[in-house]
């Protein structure tokens, strides 16, 4: 019996090791991606898990469960993207246990198809048909372009407004900016009066993307066969030179954003603008309760008087990741959650989300006056801007790479070493260097 | 040493006995050794030979061996090599330090003349007691310019600058830490026999000269060994900087070479990060059993 036993615990063991070596082996191979496989309903009940960072997701996520019995699924949270959750879709990935959905932003959708973690869900039902409820760049960014390939189903966009203090303004005398020159113009009036109209955020590299965005900048492009990565393109300097003036000369603070010292600045009034998307909306008012009522939205300012031009910041997309065993109903999932009314209004209303439907825009609780900003319908706005986003605009597939080179090039800035215009050129070099690491036909 | 040969021969001779009993209560250990530890090494450098190869802009990844590719990059990688420099720097100058105060601090606790042992041993220990990030976080409002209680003297004197905030994380690092080590050295004094002090005593020492000449020495094992701990400690830092990184845009996404293997595992360039980790280790290795060798040698002579 002893002897027994003890093979057994060896036995046992061994096979621990060969089933951990297993899984990983088997998360590297997996099936070929590209062919949109076929798409048929399961049988029976189906357990579906999604992994998300909006805040409050779970109360939506309750509605389907009650009306959906067959099709229960659970909702996982996270950090934000770049924060955390990517790392984990990684590497849940490539040991084969990724959930079933995740939230995934179209700067980061290229990223995941590089890595063959998305499932095409062109041919499940009703997907391919959706095309023309979304706003055309969206339906582009979940589609690469391509016929026959839906990779994700769009969630939310993030058109740009500038945000403002409209009291402080008034009270300074000081009007709206509405060009970029205007916006540095200001910018001199408020230090002069001791505040900031804004911080320069270090790691909020997609933010700075979507103002080259308004500038008609592109990034990258994948024409055929090979990438360009267009970081020091003109209009990504023109955006650069713009912000260096403004720091070199002391007129934005450098407090990093998304942070209890960034909200307090906003809190006590020492900033005054944030450029920023539709989301922000929310950040704001979470994050500087003390001003309730004092803020407004405009445009954008703009890089030549009279233009009518916005960049967006975000957005997210739903994706069936990769080894996802039910992909008709979680597709059927992520259609229900970005294209029903009560849906989005749901997810406006925990999370301020802004619909990437062309119906979405039209919602009631869209058209509402927003208390905190004094009773502004600020969506206005927004449904402005997001119809004035370019279409054209691509991300590359190692964005988070990107985003970390030129972020650390940002922060060295703000230490007071090298311009912004280094930064870019350090992150296109280092692009390019990644992509050659992960084997990525580019153009040097 | 000299006994050695007889009881080997005889121990050869003897079978073992209880073989199976062996087998079993070694078991649990083997497996869990095996599992989370061997494995994931031989995994790290498994990873570590493979190279991703592709056809086409979104070609399926397939991973294959690609030798030292890996390693070849690691050693052109200018980031990581500079964040290597950046925490010898650090070592250089914190655990010195840290230890200075650590051994100071023992010493006082062990000295007849200071009242209130009791109190002071734990109160110098208490910050040890406090999770590394947190405490991270805490000092990372103490020296934050605009919501530091301090706020009169970070806002003029910028404690998270570029060129501050390594010496800012080694204070961190201090106050963590040297009540730990002083516990050490202190467990190590309490174990010297009293007859010594008394036979200096006797001879005419004094308080001073005992702690310098015939403390320090007897005690120099359990300072290596705290130097040791501090010198991977250093190699490995991660926690404090990366909580900083919330504070200020003065620590990169390559600051430490922790920071920069978790950076490029988040690209995710897995075999790259894998090598990192390899050399890392190797390095931390070498410093150690250079620094053991070292001082050593010193001892015997």
Partial sequence: MHIKNSKRIVALGVLAAISLTGCAAGGSGGSASGDAAACA???????????????????????????????????????????????????????GNAPD????????????????????????????????????????????????????????TGPMAMYYRKDLFEKAGIPVPTTWDEYAAA???????????????????NWFAGLVWQADGRWFSNEGDKWDVTLTSPESEKVADYWQGLISTDLV???????????????????????????????????????SGNWAVAPMPQWKAGENKAGNWGGSSTAVLKGSKHPYEAAQFALWLNTSDEALTALNKEANLYPATKAGLKLPVLSEGVDFYGGQKIYDTFATAANETNSDFVWGPTMTQTYGDVADGFGEVLGGSGTLTDALKTGQKKTIDALDAAAIPVNK | ???????????????????????????????????FYLLPIGWAIGQSLLVVERDGTFGKPVEVFGGLTQYILVFQNEAFWASVGRVALFGVVQVPVMLGFALVLALLLDSPLVKGKKFFRLAFFVPYAVPGVI?????????SPNLSPFAAFTSGFDLLAPETVLWSIANVVTWVYVGYNML?????????????????????????????????????????????????????????????????????????????????????????????SVVLALATFIMSFVFLKFTQRKGDQ
Avoid at chain 1, 192 to 198: A, C, F, K, P, R
């Fill in chain 1, 253 to 291: 603070s450098k407090v990093p954003a998304w942070t209890d010292e960034w909200n307090n600045a906003y809190n006590t009034g020492s900033d005054w603008t944030w450029i920023s998307a539709v989301w922000g909306a929310n950040s704001i008012s979470s994050g500087a309760p003390d001003t």
């Fill in chain 1, 41 to 95: 309903p399961s049988d029976g009940k189906v357990d579906l898990t999604y992994t998300s960072w909006i805040p409050g997701i779970d109360k939506v996520v309750d509605i389907w469960n009650k009306e959906n019995p067959d099709v229960q699924v659970t909702v996982q949270t996270g950090p934000n993207g770049n924060g955390g959750t990517y790392k984990n879709f990684f590497n849940q990935l490539s040991a």
């Fill in chain 2, 135 to 143: 405490a991270a976080i805490m000092w990372g409002y103490l020296y």
């Fill in chain 1, 187 to 205: 910018a001199k009036t408020i230090r002069s009066q001791g505040g900031y109209i804004t911080n320069f955020p270090q790691n909020d590299v």
């Fill in chain 2, 184 to 276: 050490i050295i202190y467990s190590a004094l309490l174990a010297l026999p009293s007859e010594i002090f008394e036979a200096a005593r006797l001879d005419g020492a004094n308080q001073l000269q005992i702690a310098l000449s015939i403390k320090i020495p007897l005690v120099m094992p359990a300072i290596v060994l705290t130097a040791i701990f501090s010198i991977i400690g250093t190699l490995q830092l991660l926690a404090e900087p990366q909580v900083f990184r919330s504070f200020t845009s003065s620590v990169s996404s390559t600051f430490t070479p922790n920071i920069a293997v978790y950076t490029t595992s988040a690209v995710p360039n897995v075999s790259l990060a894998a090598a990192m």
């Fill in chain 2, 1 to 35: 040493m000299t006994t050695t040969s007889v009881p080997r021969l005889k121990a050869r001779r003897t079978p073992v006995k209880h073989k199976r009993a062996i087998a079993i209560f070694l078991a649990p250990f083997a497996v869990l050794f095996a599992a």
């Fill in chain 1, 101 to 156: 959905l995740g939230q995934i932003e179209y700067d980061a959708l290229p990223n995941f198809r590089v890595q063959d973690g998305l499932t095409n869900i062109a041919s499940c039902k009703n997907v391919t048909e959706s095309k023309d409820d979304f706003i055309d760049w969206t339906w582009n960014q979940v589609t690469f372009g391509e016929k026959d390939s839906v990779y994700a189903i769009p969630q939310d």
